[in-house]
């Protein structure tokens, strides 16, 4: 069973940052693909960042240039460094992995961007 919990959300101001984590368990972290997606209200759920097991990444346009993901492989983590937040950034952002287990979502955490 693929096993995904968040951290690191919270209220920041406009033009401040914020660093979410991922911790994956039940699965062989490396063998993963894996992004961050995210849910604002009466929005529906988009991709921010992806990363594959190979190390290949891809954003979201609107996060271009802000917002850099990164893995850690040996313990089993996923991250996503976000500068420069926006109002507009502010949702709940969800861990997800894709494998040989299958999907596993994350229960999410939320990121508030407001002054």
């Known amino acids: 069973q693929v096993q995904l919990e968040e951290s690191g959300g919270g209220l920041v101001q406009p033009g401040g940052s914020l660093r979410l984590s991922c911790a994956a368990s039940?699965?062989?972290?490396?063998?993963?693909?894996v992004a961050w997606y995210r849910q604002a209200p009466g929005k529906q759920r988009e991709l921010v960042a992806s990363?594959?097991?190979?190390?290949?990444?891809n954003y979201a346009d609107s996060v271009k240039g802000r917002f850099t993901i990164s893995r850690d492989n040996a313990k089993s983590n996923l991250h996503l460094q976000m500068n420069n937040l926006k109002p507009e950034d502010t949702a709940v952002y969800y861990c997800?992995?894709?494998?040989?287990?299958?999907?596993?979502w994350g229960q999410g955490t939320q990121v508030t961007v407001s002054s």
């Open positions: 990363i594959t097991h190979g190390g290949s990444t």
């Open positions: 997800n992995g894709r494998g040989y287990k299958g999907d596993g």
């Open positions: 039940g699965i062989i972290f490396s063998m993963y693909s």
